[in-house]
DNA sequence: TATTGACCTCAAGTCGACTTGAATTTGTAG
DNA sequence: CTACAAATTCAAGTCGACTTGAGGTCAATA
């Protein structure tokens, strides 16, 4: 049992069939081929779709993710255009642990309401200077749309 | 000056006036009163406008957002609750980290198909790893839906 | 051989977060 | 006092990522 059919793909990664065949048509996997009408998987199929399911928590689009990994292995982005997204990822990743850090002090902070806790407010500064810094460092970027990211629904 | 109206708040955050209003009418923000039918708002305005930047950052919609800090100040959820979210945001994070590794590899790796690279190969399985350690830990977890994120289009 | 159930295609619908447009109402500059 | 730029409301539209539904196909089992 070398190929899977779609059920057994979706079964394996959670993923729903619809988005799988949804996946195909955009051009961010493929099936090895059909028994009668039914698409057949391999193996490789299972790391594609993890990685895609990777690059969605990261917030990128499907276009996004097929121009960094798609099926063919070959990255459609240049190397600097990587690291690029390497480095958004990054600030991101800053981003969220200033977040982390200030839902955790609301959940701790005796303070009535947080927006009176100085603790509270520098951690608000802290969070707008980062992005400050970023909007002087990338000087009139040409504004990339960034579209939604969803848990998938375990439907 | 001590109050701004909505363009004031638009140009100091680079959010949209449409998404200023869009924001009031769902209880994020409030305006501290009109003059004439232009609305006024309070400097504190800024503060829960980075604030709600802040969460759509880290995926949350604006439901969520308005749960955890909203304009009164006090937060709809509870401790455990809050502390939910920021254990969720750990988890982003660290596949966020993930994610970057893997894409500075791609950048960098000379193989053909980062497919075939072992070392690739190996991120994706750290990944799978933390995906299943998740799935066992939080043991049916009521299915959130999460909403969009974008990068605010600088019109 | 006849059913059956999984899978197929294609069009249309959904959801959240806004944006856009049309018609209307100002506060303020000239 | 009038004109105008800037706000306002409300309805409708947009976008990405899927989901849903109707109607059709086919390999495998009874």
Redesign the pocket.
Known sequence: MKFM????VSKQTGI????I???EE?GLITSVGR?????LFGPEVLDQLALITLG?TGGF???EIKAMFGPDGRPALSRPGLHQRADDLDRQIHTLEALRDMIRHVADCPAPSHMECPKFQQLIRISGRRKRDERAARHAKPAR?F??R?R??P?
């Open positions: 059919d779609i059920s057994e729903a069939s619809s988005a065949r949804h996946y955009k028994r009668g009408l039914k698409r969605k689009s499907l276009e749309s579209p939604a969803r998938p629904s439907s």
